[in-house]
């Protein structure tokens, strides 16, 4: 089954810098999204973007999708404390019409104060 | 507006034993899904519904069930708990297709079995 796999898988700042994720998947999608999960809590949808999306922006927040290299990345701009988290993407399973979400094993987010 | 309720927080069981995780969603979303966390593993996907009275297998089924007799609920059973069932498990519900719009988890219930 296809797999977005994101990179790194831990990340440490100090708040004020910018803060790049990537993701990396093996086939074809219609759909990719990103999720953030704050330490002991669910995760929350941020932004989905569509394969003939190239940029997608929501706040501070700014995701990319290249569809020739399979890869989408998130940007989180003048980072905060706040923003301290596990940030996971997700992209649709196309076999079989299955109406599932695989996620990636997530990007671990420390913004230093 | 709760959204979506995990009950409960945490459990302990012993080898053997049996118990029911219980999701409920206040959205009226059609779609519910049951995912399990591991350390270093991602979220992987157990069982989902996509209506009530609907249930399928997801990628790791094994040892659980799964019943949806109520639109608002979805339950996960253990049948004869086993320590590889240690994690931390979520619900998820979506309105319509998640492929094509955001999720809503709960916060997850901590499960240990010794």
């Known amino acids: 089954s296809q797999q977005g796999e994101e990179d790194p898988q831990a990340l440490s700042i100090q708040e004020g810098e910018n803060a790049t994720m990537n993701c990396s998947y093996k086939t074809s999608i219609n759909n990719l999204q990103w999720y953030r999960q704050n330490s002991g809590r669910g995760l929350v949808h941020l932004i989905l973007i569509r394969s003939n999306e190239r940029e997608k922006h929501s706040g501070r927040l700014r995701v990319t999708l290249d569809t020739s290299k399979k890869s989408s990345s998130l940007l989180i701009t003048a980072s905060r404390a706040a923003d301290t988290a596990s940030y996971f993407c997700a992209t649709d399973l196309t076999q079989g019409g299955s109406e599932k979400l695989v996620f990636g094993k997530g990007t671990k987010l420390t913004v230093n104060p | 507006n709760a959204g979506v309720t995990q009950t409960p927080k945490f459990r302990v069981l012993k080898t053997g034993q049996s118990m029911t995780l219980l999701c409920a969603q206040d959205?009226?979303?059609?779609?519910m899904y049951w995912y399990r966390q591991d350390p270093g593993m991602g979220l992987r996907l157990i069982h989902y519904s996509v209506g009530e009275g609907t249930t399928a297998k997801g990628e790791v089924p094994d040892g659980y069930n799964v019943s949806r007799l109520k639109k608002q609920n979805f339950l996960l059973g253990l049948e004869s708990a086993a320590p590889s069932q240690t994690s931390v498990y979520f619900c998820?519900?979506?309105?319509?297709?998640?492929?094509?719009?955001?999720?809503?988890f709960g916060d997850g219930t901590r499960l240990s079995i010794l």
């Open positions: 959205m009226n979303h059609e779609y």
């Open positions: 998820a519900s979506s309105f319509l297709d998640p492929r094509t719009q955001p999720q809503h």
